[in-house]
């Protein structure tokens, strides 16, 4: 077996922390959702600023693939707090489903493209971004299709900027302050973060000499 897919490898920790984020985003997201629900007459005299929202739904995706780095933890924690959103109650049903499906991949996506050995603030703000960008396309075509050209691209724009700094920059927030409590001491993230290197760079640096 390879070293690659050695690090590939689950390992329990791996499982269980994109499912502790899932079970605490799920919860929150129904008190969020609570939130959109306050704010509706104040959106309802212009809907497309309702996607300047829209970060936090990202978080587990983002939060998942910047601390556990294999394929498949964001989709995992994002499908997973949305299963638990709409199993307790959630406004948007099945369609919070389909949700997660679409906010999990653009991390996924990113993460693959840097074949997992690194995941920091540049892209995480990419994966957020483009999070809000695919969601956007989404909920045009399932909520919104009253939307004039104007009013799609606004959206489009509060969505992607939303999911940068809501939703990446957050993201990076909460992992820097997890790694400096030393809670995510048995990822590489937390090892990047004190200045040493992570187990992949160490083997790609033994396979170099």
Do not use: H
Not at 5 to 31: C, E, N, Q, S
Not at 147 to 163: E, L, N
Not at 197 to 204: D, L, T, Y
């Amino acid at each position: 077996m390879t070293n690659d897919k050695l690090t590939m490898r689950y390992r329990t920790i791996d499982i269980v922390t994109p499912v502790m984020i899932a079970v605490a985003f799920g919860v929150i997201f129904l008190g969020y959702g609570a939130v959109y629900s306050l704010l509706k007459p104040a959106t309802s005299v212009y809907l497309p600023i309702e996607g300047i929202l829209s970060g936090i739904w990202f978080l587990p995706a983002l939060l998942a693939g910047l601390i556990v780095r294999k394929p498949g933890a964001a989709l995992l924690s994002e499908v997973l707090a949305a299963a638990i959103e709409a199993a307790l109650g959630g406004p948007w049903g099945a369609g919070t489903l389909i949700s997660g499906v679409v906010q999990a991949l653009p991390m996924e996506l990113c993460l693959l493209v840097v074949a997992y050995r690194k995941a920091g603030p540049k892209l995480v703000l990419v994966a957020g971004a483009l999070t809000g960008f695919a969601e956007a396309i989404y909920e045009r075509i399932s909520y919104y299709p009253m939307f004039r050209f104007g009013d799609t691209i606004v959206y489009f724009v509060f969505m992607i900027v939303s999911g940068a700094l809501l939703g990446g920059l957050v993201a990076w927030g909460i992992v820097r302050g997890l790694a400096a409590a030393g809670a995510l001491s048995p990822f590489a993230v937390s090892r990047e973060l004190r200045g040493g290197k992570s187990p992949r760079s160490i083997i790609s640096s033994r396979n170099l000499s």
